[in-house]
């Protein structure tokens, strides 16, 4: 084999790549259909994916083959788990053996309510007892004009954030988001069409000088925040911060959406950016990090007059969300056990949060919530590094997915989703020893 003829075939590849021949996300085809395609042997082509994968245009799964990444792919952001043995680090979810018993309590109690009322079609986005226990939920967090008249039911903060793109935006709009921010949000664009544009982060969180630019340049009809434990940096936006935030919003003619699904990890609550725009503002959040991303509850509250067209997306989507869920949502609420289990995951992740510091050592920032946005040292690119990791069948998350613009050669660690501690601590030392070692030279890793 000719030392440059994989090169030649990997230049091949990405041009079908750039051409959309081989879209974002498509399988490539199997290593000796391309071979005979591209008069070259199977091992070449390999070799040349080989070098794709290092290079991040590409990505390879044991057994299932060789896809185009794809910055907004969530499935690549939560990597398949494919052993037990797996030290998953990609998935942000609370710690959930620790709420296991209250859930189950929580539905058997739901189960012994069910009534008529309750397994039929409810008339609105809800019933009014479960929005006035997501109304408790949310002013405990920071929002205090919350009600059982202006929150509405979601199957969870994605089909929030998704409702919003599809009900306040048209294809081609522009929506401004956090510079880094959870790739959700930019999946939901990606696929409606939308433009997205970032706005630079500073070390309090969404910089107002640069919003105000980019809603003079851009006009977007949205700007989307994450304003507490922000998916992936971790900033926590100061009170004074969330005020110039909301003073640039008032200012234009743009509604902000506030995520905030990681207020619970607040030590005390912040105040809401949403009460100090409560006409332009819309708030948003879930149980699906401090109970279970499985019962899929989450709230929206947002200005009366954006309320009737919000549940008419809502009725026309999906008619509502589970009331049952919500049965079991509202007990955990009104009986005051979702908070407790909200306090249980901040002391495990307070608990994680200083193990890390501890085993990953230099190469940890001050961090806290659920996971830790890492810098890599200058020695490993995050291509690489995520590779060798997954060989190590250490999941973890690549800074790219996160990103508008250029790739940080970063990866997001989330702390809470291995169950045991002991596991969770072998993993980061496995992962701390792969940090510190020099990754081999180019030309061997392909062989
Ligand atoms: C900032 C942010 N918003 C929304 C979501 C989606 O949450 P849910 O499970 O409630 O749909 C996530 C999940 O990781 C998130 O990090």
């Known amino acids: 084999m000719s030392e440059t003829k994989f090169k030649d075939i990997a230049n091949q590849i990405t041009s079908r790549i750039e051409q959309g021949i081989y879209a974002a996300g498509a399988k490539l085809p199997p290593h000796r259909e391309l071979a005979n395609e591209l008069g070259t042997t199977p091992a070449t ?99 205090q004009s919350a009600s059982s008249e202006n ?125 100090l725009l409560p006409q332009q503002s819309i708030y948003i959040t879930s149980l699906s990090k401090a109970v279970s991303p499985a019962m899929r509850c989450g709230y929206i509250k947002a200005p009366d007059a954006l309320l009737p067209v919000l549940a008419a997306h809502i009725r026309a989507n999906i008619w509502l969300a589970s009331p049952i869920n919500f049965a079991a949502a509202t007990g955990l609420i009104e009986q005051g056990t979702a908070f407790e289990l909200a306090s249980a995951q901040l002391r495990e992740a307070e608990y994680r949060q200083t193990v890390a510091a501890d085993i990953l050592k230099d190469f940890y920032e001050t961090a806290s919530g659920f996971h830790i946005w890492l810098k890599l040292p200058e020695h490993w690119r995050v291509d690489r590094l995520v590779e060798e990791a997954k060989k190590r069948a250490i999941l973890v998350s690549h800074g790219g997915y996160f990103s508008v613009g250029d790739t940080p050669n970063c990866v997001r660690l989330s702390l809470m989703s291995i169950s045991s501690r002991d596991r969770f601590e072998e993993g980061l030392i496995q992962f701390a020893e792969l940090l510190a070692s020099k990754p081999m030279p180019f030309s061997d890793f392909l062989n």
């Open 151 to 275: 929150v509405l039911l979601t199957n969870g903060a994605q089909h929030a954030l998704s409702l919003l793109v599809e009900t306040l935006t048209e294809p081609g709009d522009t929506i401004a988001v956090e510079a880094l921010t959870y790739p959700g949000i930019l999946a939901i664009a990606n696929l409606a069409g939308r433009e997205v544009v970032g706005v630079n982060l500073d070390d309090d969180g969404l910089c107002p000088k640069h919003l105000r630019k980019v809603i003079k340049q851009h006009s977007p009809k949205l700007v989307i925040c994450i304003p507490s434990h922000q998916n992936p940096t971790g900033i926590t936006m100061s009170v004074s911060r969330r005020q110039a935030i909301a003073d640039v919003i008032k200012a234009s003619s743009t509604y902000l959406v506030e995520d905030d699904i990681y207020a619970f990890l607040n030590n005390t609550p912040i105040p809401a950016i949403s009460d």
């Open 45 to 143: 082509v390999s070799k040349a994916y080989k070098l794709l994968a290092e290079l991040g245009r590409v990505e390879s799964f044991v057994g299932r083959g060789t896809f185009v990444r794809d910055k907004s792919a969530l499935n690549q952001v939560i990597q398949p788990q494919h052993q037990e043995l797996d030290f998953n680090f990609s998935i942000l979810q609370p710690c959930l053996v620790l709420n296991l018993n209250a859930l189950t309590e929580a539905y058997t109690q739901a189960a012994e309510t069910l009534s008529p009322t309750l397994l039929a079609y409810a008339d609105d986005s809800g019933h009014s007892a479960h929005r006035a226990a997501g109304a408790i939920w949310l002013q405990k967090h920071g929002l």
